[in-house]
């Protein structure tokens, strides 16, 4: 089925160790996205990639760092887990209809089902 | 003061009740407005977006008062399965496809 694929979907990590989270689109999107979610906070952005060959800083990116590997690939990655690090990560992709700026745009965004990570 | 807000809620409604939902923006320059369901445990999804003369689709509507900077979410007729997490969206003017995410508000029917 067409859509986002996130791997793993549960990790559980000690303190100091990386790992890369895995993300990728088959729906020939140009934009990419790293949210992560923690209760009350809603969807963070950590990391996006408008556009094959450029990454930018979300809202939360401190300890994270980001490849967009191609079009269909965008991988995050933790150099040093902490604790605070402990959420629910979602990759998801975009694309455009219309224009943004107009009542008739809209960016429809698709999900990957997340990676459950914990570190202890 | 975030950048969108809501009411977490949950709110708790019998089958066939109508439910109201509210969202506050803090960027007047917002130009792209929607509400994403969450099911548990589950990624968000596209409900519908929200333009500025209103817009419905089938049991939904979807309002925008920019003046006044709110959102708002109605469901007519609950059905059991429109127990979820109803989160509230907005793309800054300023970013290129970037949208901000509020931290949702959980409705529950009952039978």
């Known amino acids: 089925n067409a859509g986002v694929t996130q791997t793993p979907k549960f990790q559980v990590l000690k303190t100091g160790q990386s790992m890369t989270l895995q993300c990728a689109q088959d729906m020939n999107h140009n934009s990419m996205y790293w949210y992560r979610q923690d209760p009350g906070m809603g969807l963070r952005l950590i990391y996006y990639s408008a556009s094959e060959g450029t990454t930018d800083k979300g809202e939360v990116p401190n300890g994270y760092n980001v490849s967009r590997l191609n079009k269909r690939e965008f991988s995050l990655r933790l150099e040093s887990a902490a604790p605070s690090q402990t959420s629910v990560y979602f990759c998801?992709?975009?694309?455009?209809?219309?224009?943004?700026?107009?009542?008739?745009?809209?960016?429809?965004?698709?999900f990957g089902s997340g990676t459950r990570l914990t570190v202890v | 003061r975030k950048e969108v807000e809501q009411d977490p809620g949950p709110f708790n409604v019998p089958e066939g009740a109508t439910v109201a939902f509210n969202c506050t923006y803090s960027?007047?320059?917002?130009?792209?407005f929607f509400w994403y369901r969450q099911d548990c445990r589950k990624e968000p999804k596209l409900l519908m977006s929200v333009y500025s003369s209103g817009n419905e689709d089938g049991r939904f509507t979807a309002q925008l008062n920019r003046a006044s900077q709110y959102i708002s979410l109605l469901i007519r007729d609950s059905k059991l399965s429109d127990s979820a997490t109803y989160l509230c969206?907005?793309?800054?003017?300023?970013?290129?496809?970037?949208?901000?995410f509020g931290s949702g508000t959980r409705l529950l029917v009952r039978p």
């Open positions: 998801a992709s975009s694309e455009v209809s219309g224009s943004v700026w107009t009542a008739l745009g809209s960016i429809s965004y698709t």
């Open positions: 969206v907005v793309s800054p003017i300023a970013s290129s496809y970037k949208l901000i």
């Open positions: 960027n007047s320059a917002s130009q792209s």
